[in-house]
């Protein structure tokens, strides 16, 4: 079992930046490769960044490439989002996610709101 735990979200303005954190604990954190997701009200889960199982190199949804970085520490078992030049359809509850191999997320977290004004 792998419990996560996010923090870092909040109300911004367009444009600005907001890093967002996930705390994993249970688990031996660099078996698992880790994702982000968000749902905006109305809409379905949306995939935003994650890292490939096999060789772990990170991809992004269409919508935020070339704005958000997604990173890891393994050392303090967090992955990291960092959201630049947001807009207010960036607005959303965006949830960290864990697998263990190359099949669905079987570990998400409880979400952080963000919320960016126009």
């Known amino acids: 079992q792998v419990q996560l735990v996010e923090s870092g979200g909040g109300l911004v303005q367009a444009g600005d930046s907001l890093r967002l954190s996930c705390a994993a604990s249970?688990?031996?954190?660099?078996?698992?490769?880790m994702g982000w997701f968000r749902q905006a009200p109305g809409k379905e889960r949306e995939f935003v960044a994650g890292?490939?199982?096999?060789?772990?190199?990170?991809y992004y949804g269409d919508s935020v490439k070339g704005r958000f970085t997604i990173s890891r520490d393994n050392g303090k078992s967090t992955v990291y989002l960092q959201m630049n030049s947001l807009k207010p359809e960036d607005t959303a509850v965006y949830y960290c996610?864990?697998?263990?191999?190359?099949?669905?997320?079987?570990?998400w977290g409880q979400g952080t709101q963000v919320a960016v004004s126009s």
């Open positions: 996610a864990a697998r263990g191999g190359n099949s669905a997320y079987a570990y």
């Open positions: 249970g688990r031996t954190f660099s078996n698992y490769a």
């Open positions: 890292f490939r199982w096999s060789g772990g190199s990170a």
